[in-house]
Structures are given as C-alpha cells and as structure tokens.
C-alpha cells in the first residue's frame, strides 16, 4: 500500500446519491487506502455559503489532527472572504486557500479574485484553484506571472478529458511556471496524461488529490499506479511533495 | 485476483483527438497485462468515420484475437434502416451493438435512431449506449422499454447514479457500466439498490488507465460473489442468454 497524502478533497454534502460523507466514513476510506492526511475545503463553502462551511471545516479539523483545511473564498464578497482570511489563514490547521471559479463565476485572473489573491498572498501558503479548460489554465498563468511567490496548484491539472485539451494546457503552462503544481484527480482519466506530466515538468511538482467524497481516492490510486514512470516518481506523487510542500 | 475479468468497454483504432496508443495490439497487450480474458471491442473507424468499413475492421481483429468479441456500431446520420443490415451483423458473428449520440452529435428524439430501436428488436443483441448526460438515461430507457433486448449504459457517473437507479427500478432491461463510477461508494450503493447482477464492467481501455476502472470494484465492500459477477459474471450470461 502506498503511503499517501491527499491535497484535494471536500468535506461536506453532495447534491449526488454520496453516503460516505461523515468524518467515521472518511476515516474509514483513508485507513482502507493507505491515506495518511488530507486537506480538505469545504463543499458547503464552494458551492453555497462560505462562511457556513468554513465554520463547518473549521470544527472537523478541531476533532480530526490528520486533517488540514483550505480556506475557500468567493470572489463576489470581497469583504466577507477578507473576513475568512483573517479568521482561518493564520491557523496551523489551515494549509492554504481554495478558489473555485466554476462555482463563484469569478475568473481567477477577475479583478476581484487577483484583490483577495492580494490580500492572503502575505501569508505565503498555497492556493488550490479548480482549472478546467484552456481557459482556466490561462487564467491560472496570468496570476502565477502576477504573483511569483504564490503556490498555485491547479486541481484536475487542468482537467477536459477524451481530447485532452485542458490538461495539456496545463502541463505546457507548468512547464513555463516554476510556482505551480499539477493535481491529478478527475472522473475522466486519459491514459498517458500523468507520464506526460512527468515527462515535461517533472515528477517534482505533481499532486495526489483525489475529490474525496466527491470521486473515491483508490479510483485515483489506479490513476498513478498504472502511469507509465518509475516507483520513485509514484512516490513523490503520492506523498513527498505534499509533505514538502505544506511542511507536513 | 482472482476475478475472472470480462470487460465490455474497449475500442481500439486510430485515435485522433489526442496522440496515443489505441492499436488493437497495444489494447490486448494492456487487457493480458490486468488478466482480462475476454473484452467486447469495436474499431473507432466505425465511430468517427464509416460504420460499415468499420464494422468489417473489427470483424477481422476479432477473427484473429480469441480474446476479442466483436461489437457492431451504426452511425445514424448515415443509417436510415430498412436494409436488413443489423440482421447481417448479427448473422456474421457480432455479439453486441454499441451507439455514439455522444461523439456523433445526433439526438434521442431522431428518426434514423428509432429506426434502428425497430430493427433492433430482431436481432436481440444488447446494446450499449451513453449516459453522458442528466435525462438520457430517463428517455433511452422508455425508448427501449419491451424492446426485448438488455440496454447497457456506459458513463454513469455521479452525476447520473440517481437517475441510473429510477431508471433501473422501473426497466429490468437497463444495466449501468462501470468505468466511471468513481464516486467513493458507488459500487456499494447501486447493489444495495438495484443488485450486482445489474452492473457491467468496463474500463474504456486503451483510452483510459485500466485500474481506474478495476480498483473501485476489488475494493468494494460488497460480497464476493458481487464482485465476481460485476467483473464478469453478469456480461457472459447477457451475452449467453443471446447466443
């Protein structure tokens, strides 16, 4: 069994028939997988209120010392995500920021998202932002460019399976952008995208993140278990990186 | 493993949306690699280009693979029926008819796919067909409903479990793929609801990672028994009951 650290997943409900949402049934998934810590956002935070599921996470990681948490915030309430910053951001048990364009309609590079990416960039710690299409990988490069310190991970690595042209977005801009992180999650897995990745960025600055409880994590396991790259590459992606990444 | 593996969802070809390695070779090197002993395929000649010619192109691999049954495909934007053409495909050893409203472009409200529904009601093969989207489930099912022949789903996701399992309840025909049900218990959900012997496996080689498809199914935490009969069982008694 592979020892793992996953750097994306949600606690919370699902608007899908999900039963495995409580924090026993997710212990009992990362015993099964060889999960040792996870970083979770709230999905009650990303896609309906922020404050409420910041709070709701912020309870989880109290219980739960494995557990790590995103702040999410919402582009479109300025203040309020301000507010979160401040409440949550400082926290040890909080690892970095979550931004779900998708779900707030705000671009990463919108000016009211790079206004936040301001606001918490002293705080030096990550930010996840889910990146689906060449779209979202543009925006994701403009604000790497802005903001050189920031560590960006894009979530699906830019995602758009069966043509691929999202993830291959990605990989051609990570290339370019010493600052971000590729993470491999995704219901659609197109075989050869993890070897690609590793081919042109290195093994260095790709993520395990699964979407639990979204997407089950060893469905994820069997993405980077079958990829074409040696063990010890498998490794850093399971594992190293996160931990080098987070100081976990 | 264990298992013995039949998988329903392969395609091999030239795939020219992307640069890999779907040749019918790289397909059976990776489906012997993970133990697979059987798997219905089909040439993406008969998806993207010509059905017939792509028909022919997968009736000649399987001719020389033992491991390869065939599944026969029609593009209804060129199919209009009336031709005896699905009784030929049977008649010449195909097991199955695979559909692609998906990649074709073409809607469940379509005259040439009604057709094809009518036609295939004498042949009596199963047919596997997309769920790519919320209410396709809902309308193929009813369209399909006393067709006599088993309607297998790929693509469910998470998106479309909920609809999967109406669906499932109210038409014994339907049956759900497997490849993307990636949610952490999708597995155990849908045979707690509509029984294992309603889930097909599949894994979409060689375009997707075979493990993908496999893990979530030997880690379920479902029966033995289940297992078995979702990785092979249930496909080999559909496609025994139909010769």
Redesign the interface.
């Known amino acids: 069994m592979w020892k793992i650290i996953d750097v994306h997943a949600h606690y919370g409900k ?1 608007f ?5 949402d409580s924090p026993q ?1 997710i212990l009992h ?1 990362c015993r ?2 060889g999960i040792e810590k996870v970083i979770f956002s709230s999905t009650n935070a990303v896609v309906y209120d922020m404050a409420e599921g910041n709070r709701e996470l912020s309870r989880l990681l109290e219980a739960y010392p494995q557990f790590y948490g995103y702040v999410t915030l919402n582009p479109n309430y300025i203040e309020a995500s301000k507010q979160e910053i401040q409440t949550y951001l400082a926290s040890e048990r909080f690892l970095g920021v979550k931004l779900h364009p998708n779900y707030s309609g705000q671009a990463l590079d919108s000016s009211e998202s790079q206004e936040l990416i301001k606001e918490f960039y002293p705080y030096g710690k990550p930010l996840l932002v889910h990146t689906w299409g060449e779209s979202g990988v543009n925006a994701v490069t403009q604000v790497a460019k802005a903001f050189p310190s920031l560590q960006i991970i894009m979530a699906h690595m830019g995602g758009d399976g ?3 042209r999202g993830w ?1 977005a990605a990989i051609k801009a990570a290339k370019n952008l010493p600052n971000t992180y590729l993470e491999v999650c995704g ?6 995208r993890i070897r690609e990745a590793v081919d042109a960025v290195g093994a260095e600055r790709i993520l395990f993140g699964s979407d ?12 980077i ?3 074409d790259i040696p063990r010890e590459a498998k490794e850093l992606i399971f594992y190293e990186n996160a931990k080098r990444l987070f100081n976990l | 493993m264990g298992y013995e593996v039949v998988d329903a969802n392969t395609l091999f070809g030239f795939y020219s ?4 390695d779907s040749s019918k070779e790289a397909l059976v090197q990776e489906l012997k690699r993970h133990g697979v002993k059987k798997a219905l395929t089909l040439s993406m000649k008969g998806i993207y280009y010509d059905h017939v010619l792509g028909n022919a192109e997968t009736l000649q691999t399987c001719a020389g693979e033992a491991m390869l049954l065939p599944v026969a495909t029609v593009d209804p934007r060129k199919y209009y029926g009336g031709k005896n053409e699905l009784r030929s495909l049977v008649e010449t050893g195909f097991k199955a008819f695979r559909l692609f409203p998906d990649l074709q472009g073409w809607p469940l409200d379509y005259a040439p796919f009604l057709k094809f529904l009518e036609e295939a009601r004498e042949a009596c093969k199963p047919l596997l067909f997309p769920a790519y989207t919320a209410g396709f489930i809902t309308k193929a099912a009813k369209l399909t409903e006393n067709h006599g022949f088993p309607v297998v789903f790929t693509s469910v ?3 479309t ?2 609809e999967a ?1 109406a669906a499932m309840r109210e038409a014994a025909h339907v049956y759900v793929e497997t490849h ?1 049900l ?5 597995i155990e ?1 849908l045979t707690r609801e509509v029984g294992a012997e309603r889930l097909i496996f599949g894994s979409n ?12 199914i030997v ?1 379920a935490e479902v029966s033995e028994e289940a297992k078995a009969m979702i990785l092979g069982g249930n496909l080999l008694k559909l496609l025994e009951e139909r010769g």
């Open positions: 699902w899908f028939p999900i039963e495995a049934a998934i099964r997988f069966l043509e691929g291959r219901s659609v897995q197109d075989r050869d639990m409880t979204l997407i089950n994590p060893v469905y994820i396991i069997g993405v278990e079958d990829a | 949306k992307r640069k890999v996701g998470y998106w479990i909920s399992i993307l990636d949610s952490p218990d999708a959900v080689m060689p375009l997707s990672y075979f493990s993908v498809a496999l893990l979530p880690n």
